[in-house]
T-cell receptor
Framework: QKEVEQNSGPLSVPEGAIASLNCTYS??????FFWYRQYSGKSPELIMS????GDKEDGRFTAQLNKASQYVSLLIRDSQPSDSATYLC???????????FGTGTLLAVQP | DTGVSQDPRHKITKRGQNVTFRCDPI?????LYWYRQTLGQGPEFLTY????????KSRLLSDRFSAERPKGSFSTLEIQRTEQGDSAMYLC?????????FGPGTRLTVT
């Protein structure tokens, strides 16, 4: 059974700090990884995709991928109260287009 | 482009009734996906279309569920003889390649 694991949180950080969200996956053939943000009662919103080892930066967000350790992370710099949401990690296997999601990590940014 | 749209946004039905949901993908996207999300969980894959062909179905998709995508444009998801366990958010996503963009979802409540 392919799995994506995330700490459910809540992860509480003060405004302006760096929030670090982590995700591990079990399928060694997974090629593509995604971070979605989901506000309560809303649908998931794609914020980052990463396909190769290393870091990928987009504004205040940095995604990190380590395929050898089967580990994906998302860093949010200068966290804002508006970043408070559930962050979903997802992976896409090599032979399929379906996304497998973790249960999400609830982030709370304290003003 | 207005993004992925879904209709209706909310549906309340009695157990045993049939329901149908519609999804209109982003216009240039040839891939369309259905997911289901329950409280506290990440979205779970249901089915995937590339153009009009249904290429993958989850074993979550019982005989009571059917999906179509005539002419490779909009898609419908029908649930027959609804059960209380079908209560969930039904999410549609579309993509051109790997990055999937979600619609607002249809929240189904079975009473």
């Amino acid at each position: 059974q392919k799995e994506v694991e995330q700490n459910s949180g809540p992860l509480s950080v003060p405004e302006g700090a760096i929030a670090s969200l982590n995700c591990t996956y079990s399928d060694r053939v997974s090629q593509s990884f995604f971070w979605y943000r989901q506000y309560s009662g809303k649908s998931p919103e794609l914020i980052m995709s990463i396909y190769s080892n290393g870091d990928k930066e987009d504004g205040r967000f940095t995604a990190q991928l380590n395929k050898a350790s089967q580990y994906v992370s998302l860093l949010i710099r200068d966290s804002q109260p508006s970043d408070s949401a559930t962050y979903l990690c997802a992976e896409m296997g090599g032979a399929t287009n379906k996304l497998i999601f973790g249960t999400g990590t609830l982030l709370a940014v304290q003003p | 482009d207005t993004g992925v749209s879904q209709d209706p946004r909310h549906k309340i039905t009695k157990r045993g009734q049939n329901v149908t949901f519609r999804c209109d993908p982003i216009s240039e996207h040839n891939r369309l996906y259905w997911y289901r999300q329950t409280l506290g969980q990440g979205p779970e894959f249901l089915t995937y279309f590339q153009n009009e062909a249904q290429l993958e179905k989850s074993r979550l998709l019982s005989d009571r569920f059917s999906a179509e995508r005539p002419k490779g444009s909009f898609s419908t998801l029908e649930i027959q003889r609804t059960e209380q366990g079908d209560s969930a958010m039904y999410l549609c996503a579309s993509s051109w390649e790997y990055e999937q963009y979600f619609g607002p979802g249809t929240r189904l409540t079975v009473t």
